[in-house]
């Protein structure tokens, strides 16, 4: 048995049900940014230098869209690794932070140089997050129909194999029905991309991906976003900043080769 209704062929535009929204602005809190200026200040203390350095924004599980933390990894000491953060590179990172927090972005530092901008590099970089990011964040966005063109439906137990030589799709129903519509999910993430410089400017930029999951259409966008400061109690403590000057000890090498990006800006 077989129906084909004119509204098929007249149907327009697909339908489309909205069913969450992505961030629109990088929150973070007042103690996150504090933190990641106080990185900067103490490679320049420690290291006598303003070397560039990079991080992982942090987020709790249950609010993943506020920034509460920074992460600094071990930054490399050759920067034409640095200047390539591997899904690897990010994952071990990922690995050694507790159960309740979660990466949402990353951060960097151009230290004293005046380039307010994301570098070509940081796109690369950029790319490399988003996708580890919206592999553990993504939600599901909105609900979109699938046109089909000659759905063929078809009612269980009551067919011959023959009858699937016609129509693009079969849909086998298990009651007579004249009219279907598919509709499926998409998912949608997003990773967050701030850059900051010893002068105290920042950009932040959102970068977003959404993917569909029968047509398999996946789509990649970014913006450049505000910054908004959330005052969640917490601020950079006196202990904090000697657990922070052992970290940038450890974790940012001196390098006296220049950096990939400086190069690319010259
Ligand atoms: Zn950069």
Redesign the pocket.
Known sequence: MRFKSLADLKRQKPKEVTLATLPQEVSMTHYAKEKAFKISELVREIHEESY?WYGFTIADKENPELITDIGLPQNDQNLLEYAAIGPARIAEYHDSLSEDTIINGWI?S?GALQ?MH??H??EENQATVLDFVTARLRKTVAKKEIPIQDLQLLVKDEFEEKELEEGSVSLITDAVVSEAILMETIYGGFSYSI?IGDEGWHEQEIHYQERSVISGHSHVSKKSADLVLIDNGRSLTQADIIVLSKEVAEKIQPNTNPPT?LIERM
């Open positions: 560039e960097h151009h380039y994301f570098s590099t940081d850059v990006e």
